[in-house]
């Protein structure tokens, strides 16, 4: 499973080459997304414009939704626990999302290098 990170989604809208090439060489690969990337790309995506949520939605259908569970919760304190502790703070957004690919056994596909940092967490760049 492929776990698209915020900054995948955000270039999927402006239509980035890099999007659309990793899209094509994985085109049979399942794809997910944290529900807490969904959150921010929904909440971010049109709002300036004014576009609807559920029609910024509509156009991530293909993408399915990998839930932050409890799991992923205990995941991502000790994420941030861990690298806070080495002096090499993680923002939050970032563990959840990591946490939450952990939880679901995927990899975070991104052009973030603060992936790279969570232990035990396969990250790809696009």
């Not at 499973?1 to 989604?9: E, H, I, K, Q, V």
């Not at 971010?44 to 939704?65: F, I, N, R, T, Y």
Request: some cysteine.
């Amino acid at each position: 499973m492929n776990c698209l990170d915020s900054s995948f989604l955000i270039d999927y809208f402006d239509r980035s080459e890099a999007v659309e090439a990793f899209l094509n060489e994985h085109a049979d690969a399942p794809f997910g997304a944290a529900t807490v990337t969904f959150h921010e790309v929904l909440f971010g995506q049109g709002k300036h414009a004014g576009v609807p949520v559920q029609e910024v939605a509509a156009k991530l259908d293909w993408v399915e939704p990998l839930p932050f569970t409890h799991g992923a919760a205990l995941r991502a304190a000790e994420i941030r626990r861990t690298l806070e502790g080495q002096g090499d703070p993680i923002g939050i957004q970032d563990a959840l999302i990591g946490a939450t690919a952990l939880e679901h056994g995927a990899t975070v596909i991104t052009r973030d290098d603060d992936f790279e940092r969570v232990p035990g967490l396969g990250v790809e760049r696009y």
